[in-house]
C-alpha cells in the first residue's frame, strides 16, 4: 500500500487566488509584526502565529507547511524568538493530524526511510558528540541547535505534499518567493532598510559598492536553477513560465548586487547542469529561439548596464589574479590569511569530532567567521570528520538509482515541467557538492538551511517517485491495448 494514489491537483485549472493571497497575508502581518515588536515581546507574535496557523489550516494544510517553513527560515531575520525553530519545525507537521495513516505509509518508501535515520543519527551525533561532550548539554544548546538536530524533518511533509498537492505547494513558493523579492527591491529603492542592506568595498577590483547584508534563502535562489526548465517547458502557461523566468532572473540580480563571486558562479552552473540533464527531452527549435533571447538580452544588458557590467568583469579577474599572487583583496585576505590557519589547526587538533557547535559559535562572538566564509574547513571543524562522513552520505543515498530508474522517460505522457523540475532539483543537489568549491557544506553553516534542504529532498523523491508510478502505469495501459 502507498500514499501515492494518482489523486493531486495538477490537472486542476482553477488557481486557488484567495488562499494563495492569506498565506502572503500571513506571512507578511508576522513578520511586521516581528520587525515592530522585536526580541522585547515574544508572546505576542506567538500567538499571531497560532491564530495564522489555525486559519491556513482550515483553507488547506499545504499553506500551514509553507507558512511555517518560510517562517522557520526566516526571510527577513526578525523571527528569532526561543520558541520559534521548535514551533515552526513540529507545526509543518499538523497535516497528519487530519490524514494521519499517511505518516506511516510514507515509510513505505525505502529510500525516504534511509535518510530519515540517517538524519536522526546525525542529530543524536550533534546532541550527544558534538555539543553534548564538547559543550554543556542543556535546554538553551539543545534550542539553540534544534535547527541542526532536525530540521531535515522536513524531508517528510515535503515528501507527502508532492505527491498529494504538488501544484499547490510549487505555486506557493513561486509567490513568497516572487513577495519576498518584491518587498526587497522596494526596500532597496526607497531605502526602507528592511533586509539590514549596507553598502560598502572591500577593494576588490571594482569601482562600485557592494550591496551586501541579504543572503538569499535557498528555496528563493533555487529559481535561478529553475530558469532553463521554466523556458523550456511547452505545456506551462505564459504567466506560469514568465513568472518563474522573473524570480530567477532578479533572484540572481541580488546575487550581482551583492558582489556573491561564488554564489554567481556556483548558481551558474547549477543552471547550466540543469539545462544539460533536460536539453535532449528539448525541440531544437525551442532552444534556439531562447539561445537567440539569451544573446538579446546580453546585448541590451551591454547597452544599458556596460559600466555595472564591466565593473563585474574587473571583479572577477580581479579575483582570478588574485589566486595567481597578482592582486590583492582584503576580503580573501581575512580568509586566508587569517581564519584559514586558525580553522585548520583548530581541525587537526580535533579530527574525528570537531571542536563543536558551541564553541565555534562563540569564536563567531568575537569575529571569527571562517565558519560561515570558509564552510570547506569551517563545517569540517565544527563537526569532525565523523559528522561530515554522516552528513555527506545522505547525498549518495539521494542521487542513487535516480538516472536508471528515468532514464528515457516519455515526456508525451508526463507533463514536461514535472520532469524538468526533477531535473533541476537533481543538478542542485550536485552542484552542492561540486562547483561550490569551499562553499561546499555551507548549508551546515545555518541551521534553517537544513529544513530547507528537507524540503527540496523530499520534493525531489517525491517527483521520482511521482514519475516512476506515473511511466509504471502508462505502461500497464499500454500493455492492456
Known amino acids: 500500500m502507498s500514499i501515492y494514489n494518482g489523486d493531486n491537483d495538477l490537472d486542476t485549472e482553477t488557481i486557488p487566488v484567495f488562499g494563495l493571497v492569506a498565506l502572503l497575508g500571513s506571512l507578511f502581518i508576522l513578520n511586521y509584526i516581528s520587525m515592530k515588536m522585536g526580541s522585547s515581546a515574544g508572546s505576542i507574535p506567538l500567538a499571531v502565529f497560532i491564530t495564522l496557523l489555525v486559519g491556513l489550516f482550515f483553507l488547506n494544510p499545504v499553506y500551514c507547511f509553507v507558512f511555517c517553513i518560510v517562517m522557520h527560515v526566516d526571510v527577513m531575520s526578525c523571527f528569532g524568538y526561543n520558541w520559534a525553530k521548535l514551533l515552526t519545525l513540529a507545526c509543518m507537521f499538523i497535516v497528519f493530524v487530519k490524514d494521519g495513516k499517511s505518516l506511516f505509509l510514507l515509510f513505505n518508501d525505502k529510500k525516504v526511510k534511509t535518510l530519515i535515520f540517517m538524519g536522526f543519527i546525525f542529530g543524536l551525533y550533534l546532541l550527544l558528540i558534538n555539543i553534548g561532550y564538547k559543550a554543556e548539554l542543556n535546554a538553551k544548546s539543545i534550542l539553540g541547535n534544534i535547527g541542526y538536530m532536525i530540521g531535515f524533518l522536513t524531508i517528510i511533509p515535503a515528501y507527502y505534499f508532492t505527491l498529494k498537492q504538488p501544484k499547490k505547494l510549487l505555486m506557493s513558493f513561486a509567490l513568497v518567493a516572487a513577495a519576498f523579492l518584491s518587498v526587497y527591491y ?22 562600485i559598492d557592494r550591496l551586501a547584508g541579504y543572503d538569499l534563502r535557498q528555496f528563493i535562489i533555487f529559481f535561478s536553477y529553475l530558469l532553463p526548465a521554466a523556458a523550456l517547458s511547452t505545456r506551462l502557461k505564459n504567466t506560469s513560465k514568465y513568472l518563474l523566468i522573473l524570480i530567477g532572473i532578479f533572484s540572481y540580480v541580488v546575487l550581482i548586487l551583492a558582489f556573491y563571486r561564488l554564489a554567481m558562479f556556483y548558481v551558474t552552473m547549477g543552471a547550466f547542469l540543469s539545462f544539460f540533464l533536460i536539453r535532449k527531452y528539448v525541440e531544437a527549435l525551442n532552444l ?5 533571447l ?7 544588458s551591454s547597452i544599458f548596464f556596460g559600466e555595472y557590467l564591466t565593473e563585474i568583469q574587473n571583479l572577477f579577474s580581479n579575483t582570478v589574479a588574485y589566486f595567481s599572487g597578482n592582486a590583492t583583496d582584503s576580503s580573501a585576505d581575512t580568509r586566508f590569511d587569517f581564519q584559514f590557519p586558525i580553522m585548520t589547526k583548530l581541525f587537526f587538533d580535533n579530527f574525528w569530532t570537531g571542536i563543536g557547535l558551541t564553541e565555534i559559535k562563540g569564536m563567531q562572538a568575537f569575529g571569527m567567521f571562517g565558519f560561515v566564509d570558509m564552510p570547506f574547513i569551517g563545517t569540517l571543524t565544527a563537526f569532525g570528520v565523523i559528522g561530515m562522513f554522516l552528513y555527506y552520505i545522505k547525498f549518495f543515498v539521494l542521487l542513487s538509482g535516480t538516472k536508471k530508474n528515468l532514464d528515457g522517460i516519455d515526456l508525451d505522457n508526463h507533463d514536461p515541467f514535472i520532469f524538468f523540475l526533477y531535473s533541476t532539483l537533481k543538478a542542485y543537489f550536485i552542484t552542492m557538492v561540486t562547483f561550490r568549491f569551499f562553499y561546499i557544506s555551507w548549508e551546515l553553516s545555518f541551521d534553517y538551511q537544513q529544513a530547507e534542504f528537507g524540503l527540496f529532498a523530499g520534493v525531489f523523491l517525491g517527483l521520482h517517485y511521482f514519475l516512476k508510478q506515473a511511466e509504471y502505469e502508462t505502461e500497464e495501459e499500454q500493455n492492456k491495448e
Open 294 to 300: 539569451l544573446i538579446s538580452v546580453v546585448f541590451l
Open 186 to 207: 522596494i526596500s532597496l529603492i526607497m531605502d526602507l532598510d528592511l533586509f539590514r542592506l549596507k553598502s560598502y568595498d572591500r577593494d576588490t577590483g571594482a569601482n
Open 288 to 292: 534556439f529561439k531562447y539561445l537567440f
